[in-house]
């Protein structure tokens, strides 16, 4: 079955260790003078496009954004994007996997996971030139090398994903403990339904592996997103089937089968209940 393509880091740092973990570039150096055109692909690790100054667009997930001034795009590894930009814009293109930015702190891991739950993030020219300072930074640190400079370079970022979450909220209260709670609870939640999809579509695997009963998980999903855990569940089939119908040619059988079905007309009924269009159409209609 061919498989979305799939895009690693690539680092002028090879001697450093960093290909495979960081890498940040200037935007102006990307684009070499000229538009930058992407075919849809995927990344192993997290993508981080903050700029100044843009225009152009970019596809993530089937969902077309203008890209403009002032902007920030964050994707998770895993989501589909096309992008093209303009040239003449400015700003950074920051990457890094999953095991870069302190993977076995669970307070790392939360931090990481909020900044990146929203792949647009539009803000005021104050709101980008801080965050733009910070990735100035960042980018100091990563070519000058200096003692220290990975563990600069990890605070740094730290800081990066706090401004951009506090820039991109509403002032609130400080959360409540039990919504503290819940919140940590969607993120595991999330994180697991991102690794085990394909082999468990049943509440109660994720309810268990949480050590939550089917009643406690749905309660916080609804109480957090407004859905079922059960509709989460689906959506996250749903997009994964819109992917590679989009993005492969490959059969319909062979999509069901990667996505953990056995019986293929059974997936072809579960994707036209939730799109209204049957996989073959939905492929001819939106490719």
Not at 139 to 161: D, H, P, S
Request: hydrophobic residues 35%; charged residues 25%.
């Amino acid at each position: 079955m061919k498989s979305i393509p799939i895009r690693h880091i690539r680092s002028a740092k090879n001697e450093l260790g960093f290909t495979e973990s960081f890498s940040i570039r200037d935007i102006h150096e990307v684009l070499n003078g000229k538009d930058l055109t992407q075919e849809l692909h995927r990344h192993d690790f997290f993508f981080v496009l903050v700029l100044l100054n843009g225009s152009g667009t970019h596809e993530i997930d089937f969902y077309s954004f203008d890209v403009c001034d002032h902007s920030v795009f964050f994707m998770r590894p895993g989501q589909v994007h096309q992008l093209k930009l303009k040239k003449g814009s400015t700003g950074y293109l920051m990457q890094f996997s999953r095991d870069f930015y302190y993977p076995n702190d669970d307070a790392s891991r939360l931090l990481l996971r909020k900044a990146s739950n929203k792949n647009l993030c539009q803000l005021n020219a104050q709101a980008i030139e801080k965050l733009y300072a910070i990735l100035t930074s960042i980018f100091k640190e990563y070519m000058e090398q200096q003692e220290g400079y990975k563990e600069v370079i990890k605070a740094n970022l730290g800081i990066f994903l706090i401004e951009l979450i506090r820039h991109r909220q509403h002032k609130k209260d400080f959360p409540a403990k039990n919504i503290l709670y819940a919140q940590e609870r969607i993120e595991e939640f999330l994180e697991l339904l991102e690794t085990h999809i394909f082999e468990h579509k049943e509440v109660s695997y994720y309810a268990e592996k949480l050590n939550l009963s089917s009643y406690q998980l749905n309660t916080i999903t609804k109480t957090t997103l407004g859905k079922k855990c059960s509709e989460l569940i689906n959506e996250y089939i749903i997009l994964e089937s819109k992917r590679y119908l989009l993005a492969t040619s490959n059969q319909v059988n062979q999509i069901a089968y990667h996505l953990g079905y056995e019986d293929v007309s059974y997936f072809i009924r579960f994707f036209k209940k939730h799109t209204g269009y049957s996989p073959e159409s939905f492929r001819h209609n939106f490719r």
